[in-house]
Structure formats: structure tokens, C-alpha cells
């Protein structure tokens, strides 16, 4: 690294992983110590767990965005919000929309995008849950839905109108289901008073695997099985959908479900900028890193979170948000270490356990430390919010979180087509 000018260090990605690095940066170097940048698209972080009571109108959408230049200036770092286009190794430069940006040091940290897995009709007819827009849309189609068949004078016609199909059974579609169902039961219910609620809206749930939640403790997705149960979501396991049309869902055993909507919460795959890099892949496209974050065991460029296969037990860690928040203190530790040539320190994986939401008042929690415990009802829910409040960057925002979340407890939603 060059003596007459500070080191620099380019950070790809304001998602969980960036931001999170972006705050433990800032208690880890000192001022002047290197010139920090921090590229994204958007200039706001979103907070994607929640994303789906956007969709459901329990949270309006400034709740889980955070300004990603609120924490830069701060730290007095820089941001650039600009489209990153392609990585450049050999150059040590980062190629985006608006001209290049050279580096010293490279973190990527640009998460993922929505796999669909080159089934037909996917991108054509089916809205996913991965961006603020998404969330926008998925609300739009409720909504919009709902005032269609709320003048509709045919009942099999509205049955066939309010048919919602979700595609993918692990977190995302398990919270999304449950809270479309409590939607339509506590607010929809109230001023659609010519739609039959209970008998009239469908939601089906479709996974390829033998349970839903496939990738969490079995006892979580038996507490979340019979939760949906009762709120009345038709679960299909061992389904593997193989086509979207405009109005059906069709799978690889002959079946067609009725789908006037149909949600893709399928899974995500590694952003085309990762995947052709030129550094080690796994099969899936992630970057494939050492235990200290190394891509290809370069001291240049980093990797974490979904962008980065980092394995664990002989395993790659998963692609969630979880993962990103904890490697991110690990990460920032050994860019510090790089800066000042130091021995970097290998990160150990500890897993906190696994929490979903199952509606309004209800979720299911497994805790791993300090004993090893599954929690449903009262006790999990108190777990889930509580956890999703102290997650949550900024003081405003957590404030927000808990208003929206009580008014929601104690009154309807107030749901409107609106952004």
C-alpha cells in the first residue's frame, strides 16, 4: 500500500452486512486512518425481515429503512450512491455507473437477489419479497385485489379472485402467509363487508421440501405448522412448483392451484457482479472465502454474508440476515488488522438460534445459549420483537417500530394503496 496517501477501503453493499461493518469500523479505526467509502445503489438500508409487514401494512415503509449516510458521516466516511457494474482484481478497481472507483482494500458485501430458477413465469406473473418496491407491490396486489372482488357479484368468481398462492416455505413465506391471513381477518374483515373472509380468501403455502422451515429446528416448524393450521393457510410440502401462469400455480405432480396471486419466496442466489468476478466460486455463485474473509486467500478483497461462502462444520454458513450482522464485527477486526499489518484473527461461527413470526401475537423462538430452548405463545413473541427492536439501527426507527407495532396490537391495520 502506497505511504503518501491514506489506504483506501471500498465497501460493497449497504445492506445488513454493510452497515453493520460501516458501525464496527468506526469504533475500530481511527480518525484519518484510511479513507473508507461505502457503494450502494440505494441510499438507505433496508431491514428486510420486516419487509413483509410492509406488505401486510402493520409497518409503513420509513420503518425499516435506515439512511445509509447517517452512519458514514458520522464515522466520517465517505458514501457513493452509484450501480456497481463489474470487479476488477487485477486493476484494484471497482467498475460502476458512474466511472471507477480504485481500492486498496475490497469488502463485498452485496447480498442477493431472488433465485426463480428459470421456472417459466416466474419474473412474468409472480411478485417477490426482496426490495422496498416488492413490498410496495406484494400490498398493491392485496389491496387492489380485495376492492376488485368487493364488487364483484359472482362468490365463485371471488373465490377465485382472492386465491393467493405463496411459493416457498422457509422464513420469508411462513411470516408473510401468516400475517395475510391476519390482514384479512382482523382489518380486511371489517370494511370488505361483502366478501365472506373466512371462506372466500385462499392462502396456500408450496414447498419443495418435507416440512416448511426446512433449514430451522424441526420443533419450530411443527409450532409454525400448527399455527398456520389454525389461521386456516393450506400448506403443500413435497410441491415443487413448475410454472406461474396468470392465474395458476402448476407443479411437477399434474396439479393447478388456483392463483390469482402468487408471492415468490423461493430462495436468492448470488447478484450477476459477484458471480462473475474473477475469484473462486462455489456452484452457487458465492464467493468462496477462508475463515478470515479472504476471497481466494487474497489480503485485498473480502467477502461476507450472502455474497460469500464462508463454511461452518464443513457447511456453508446460510443466506441469511442473521449471519451477516454476526460475521460483520469479525470482518471489520481484520480489515483493521490488514490496515496495520497485522496477523488477522480466523472467525468462529456461533449460531444465536432461529426466530419467526406467526402473526400478530404469535411466533415461535428456538435460543441456543445459554441453554438450548424452544419457546412458543407469549414467551416467543416477547423474544421476537424484543430482538427485532434492539436490531434495529437508529433511535427514530425503534421508536416508530414499537408505535406501529402497539397501535397494531390494539387496533386494526390501516391499510391503504399507497407508497
Known sequence: MSTARRPRVLILGGGFGGLHLVRHLERRLGRGEADVALVDRSNYSLFTPLLYQ???????????????????????????????EAIDVEAHAVRTADGDLAYDVLVVALGSETNDYGIPGVAEHAVSLKWMEDGRSVRHRIL???EAAAI????????????????????????LS???????????????????????????????????????????????????DRLGVRMLVRTVVSEIGPTSVRTKDGRTLPA??????????????VAQAALPHDAHGRIVADAFFRAGGRDDVLA??????????GKALPQLAQVAVLEAPAVAEN?????????????????????????RTSAAAELVRPVHVVL????????????????LVGVRNRGTLLVEWLLSYFSRRIVTDIS
Open 54 to 84: 410492509v406488505a401486510t401494512g402493520e409497518l409503513p415503509p420509513h420503518a425499516v429503512a435506515y439512511p445509509l449516510r447517517v452512519p458514514l458521516a458520522r464515522a466520517g466516511f465517505r458514501f457513493v450512491r452509484t450501480e456497481v
Open 144 to 146: 387492489s385485489t380485495f
Open 152 to 175: 364483484e357479484r359472482s362468490a365463485e368468481r371471488r373465490r377465485e379472485m382472492l386465491s393467493f398462492v405463496v411459493a416457498g416455505a422457509g422464513p420469508v413465506g411462513v411470516e
Open 178 to 228: 401468516a400475517s395475510m391471513r391476519d390482514l384479512i381477518d382482523h382489518t380486511l374483515r371489517g370494511i370488505y363487508p361483502t366478501i365472506d373472509v373466512r371462506r372466500e380468501p385462499s392462502i396456500t403455502l408450496v414447498d419443495g421440501a418435507d416440512r416448511i422451515l426446512p433449514a430451522m429446528d424441526a420443533r419450530l416448524a411443527a409450532i409454525a405448522a400448527r399455527r398456520l
Open 260 to 273: 390469482h396471486t402468487a408471492i415468490w419466496a423461493a430462495g436468492v442466489r448470488s447478484i450477476p457482479v
Open 304 to 313: 461476507f454474508g450472502d455474497a460469500a461462502h464462508v463454511e461452518h462444520d
Open 335 to 359: 480489515v483493521a488488522r490488514l490496515l496495520r499489518r497485522e496477523p488477522l484473527r480466523p472467525y468462529r461461527y456461533r449460531r444465536k438460534g432461529d426466530l419467526i413470526a406467526l402473526g
Open 376 to 391: 412458543s405463545g407469549l414467551p416467543a413473541w416477547t423474544v421476537w420483537r424484543t430482538n427485532y427492536l434492539i436490531q
